[in-house]
């Protein structure tokens, strides 16, 4: 539990120092989010002139929102909310975690559907929806398993099924009808992909009990340092591609 405590506060300094650096060196770089009306009946006509701009993002204020939440969360487990960590992790849950993952992760999965394109707004909230989903799906993996019982797989496979969805989306625009993605695009696309699947891979390993994860912690260990390193991978690859002056 002393080795918990000293990587979450590692964690929090290194997602809030990269945070800060994020803003300091970023440009003003931002995309839009759109709305496109039809105005009239629904028809097979596409005019330009249709789509609305409804707000910008910046991309910086973006990364940094998922490194200092990430910050925040792990704050938190390692200060005033020890206790309440410390007990859950001996039963084997982290509510901290998910609730964490369910907002930055979903900041992380928009981030990048804007620098592929997807900007309208309907299609925007229903990634964060289903990334969400995915996540609370993990957290009833959790709740519903408990430690020496057998284990009820149901949820984690649902959990796959709504993580896949945003992926499946972003390969459209990836590969679809008169793409045209620079070259970073499908690094980050990559990238982050292998990595939440790479999550999954951790929550099933624990499950398992194979090796190393048939400690709990050593499965919690992992999420922190999965957490850290997929941030930093997304922070950076944006910071370098759009946001260096």
Known sequence: MSRLK???LIAAFL???QGIAILILSNDFALPVTSFYWN???????????LERVFDVPIAWAAAVFLFLSALFHLIV???GRSKYESEIQVEQNRFRWVEYSISSTVMILAICLVFGIGDIAGLLGIAGTNAAMILFGWIMEVVNKPGQ????TPFWFGCIAGIVPWIGLLFYLLGPGSDMPGFVYGIFISIFIFFNLFALNQYLQY????????????ERAYLILSLTAKSALAWQLFGNTLSN
Do not use: C, E, M, Q
Request: hydrophobic share 40%; proline share 3%.
């Open 40 to 50: 009239d009946a629904p028809n097979n006509r596409l005019d330009i002139n249709r």
């Open 208 to 219: 398992k009990k194979v090796g190393k994860w048939a400690s709990y912690i050593y499965g």
């Open 6 to 8: 000293r990587l979450n």
């Open 15 to 17: 997602h809030l120092v």
């Open 150 to 153: 057998k284990v009820w797989w």
């Open 78 to 80: 390692a200060t005033v």
